[in-house]
């Protein structure tokens, strides 16, 4: 059984309306500069921030989500542009309140009105999110989340009475 408590699952965010057209500006002022560059000695400088730029735009504007499932913990990790990795969630079994889809009526039990939100989905209108609630000392956390059936089934069985499926 020791594979149903660990699953791990990656979503990837919808790409924002925006990112195509930011993508192809940042495109089309790195060929400017190049341009500036063979003209102008300052044109260097101006290509190499263009470059810089549209290399951070690129990473920033694809983003996955990794959810680690691992003996009643969960763990998020954001990775931009497929290379940097960074931790954005870590909750133990312990401090787990509560788990249900985000639709749920049941979750506004377990809302304090200071709860901190967020949100690792991927923004399709079709994906099924899920509210995973956790307090750590005086922080509430409402993450929102897409598991897979694996992972769903997993938290069922280490949570019982804390997930409504």
Do not use: H
Not at 13 to 35: C, G, Q
């Amino acid at each position: 059984m020791m594979e149903d408590s660990y699953v791990e699952w990656l979503v990837k965010r919808k790409d924002p309306v925006y990112a195509i057209p930011v993508k192809i500006l940042m495109v089309i002022i790195s060929a400017f500069s190049v341009l500036m560059a063979l003209q102008k000695i300052w044109g260097v400088l101006l290509m190499l921030a263009a470059f810089a730029a549209t290399y951070f735009v690129f990473i920033n504007l694809s983003i996955e989500f990794e959810y680690l499932y691992a003996d009643g913990g969960l763990r998020i990790d954001r990775i931009m542009g497929k290379a940097r990795r960074k931790k954005i969630f870590d909750c133990d079994k312990a401090d787990v309140q509560f788990v249900a889809p985000s639709d749920s009526y049941m979750l506004k039990d377990y809302e304090p009105s200071n709860i901190k939100i967020l949100d690792c989905t991927s923004g399709q209108k079709n994906g099924k999110v899920y509210a995973f609630i956790c307090q750590k000392g005086s922080e509430s956390r409402k993450v929102l989340f897409e598991p897979n059936e694996k992972m769903i089934n997993a938290m069922r069985r280490a949570y019982l009475r804390k997930m409504v499926v």
